[in-house]
């Protein structure tokens, strides 16, 4: 996996929301493509995050991860977003 990978699934048009696997079996959903800064080897990617009260994205919490540590790039489908957001009852 290269840095042009990622740039070029964070750049689709539309943006598709997915997921970075990683060799460790450590996951992070990219739900918009604001929540990832880049370089050439590594990449932070916002973890935590909210919406301020004038509409600002703000990230709480990230991790910097090695893109040559990136397995997959696994496309979101809208009904993993939905389960995840569900709390138990």
Known sequence: M???DLQRKL???PFKPFRIKLVN???YDVNESW???MGETSAIV???TRTD???YHIALDWRTISIS????LADLR???GDRKRKKPA
């Open 69 to 72: 540590h990136i397995v997959e």
């Open 78 to 80: 809208e009904a993993d």
């Open 25 to 27: 079996n450590t996951a």
């Open 46 to 48: 916002a973890t935590q």
């Open 35 to 37: 929540m990832i800064f």
């Open 11 to 13: 750049h689709e048009n």
């Open 2 to 4: 290269t840095y042009h």
């Open 53 to 55: 009260d004038r509409g």
